[in-house]
């Protein structure tokens, strides 16, 4: 039963390296301008571009259809059309985000100092909540999202990186693939620590 349990575990761990390999090898990914955002030269993310309109074909006219023994509908039972979900916001321009992430560094002075992996992770965390809060303004809004990915990241977990990519990538224009490949990437090559 133990060596089963063993070859089992050894096969996992053999296919999630190789998984990590094959990522890392066959995906093309540009990380010479990521830096941190803690970084003085860091940069954000471009925006994905938007696919190129389909060509535009003229319509046959249409045809009108009836169905003679087709019961009316009451206007009552009609539905509203589903809401559309929010429109993503652009990248806030490079001034703004140099004001913010000045700011961001005065205010986490403290949690900046901290670079164990779970310090990381806990100021992640915190960095998320208040992110959550300030929806009023994007600009702090997408400084401490991208902050709280790079924490997440040097705080060597996965789950919480993509966390942070899937809320950039609803409400910004960045592509949460590209920022789960970059953060595996850079996730795959640290040390985890003893904690």
Known sequence: MQSSRSDCCSYVVRFACATALAIVLYLPIDTAQAGSIFDDNWTPPEAPQPPAPPPHDPLPAPVELRQPD??????????????????????????????????????????????????????????????DRSEDNPTDQFVLLSAALAAAEEGISLPLSFQVADRMDNRYLVSGLALKIEATTKVSAMKPDSS
């Open 70 to 131: 087709a019961p009316a509908v009451p206007p009552e039972s009609v539905t509203a059309p589903a809401p559309t979900p929010p429109a993503r916001s652009a990248i806030p321009d490079h001034s703004s985000l140099t004001t913010s992430r000045k700011l961001l560094r005065e205010i986490y002075a403290k949690e900046l100092k901290e670079r164990a992996a779970p310090a990381r992770r806990a100021f992640a965390g915190k960095l998320i909540a208040d992110a």
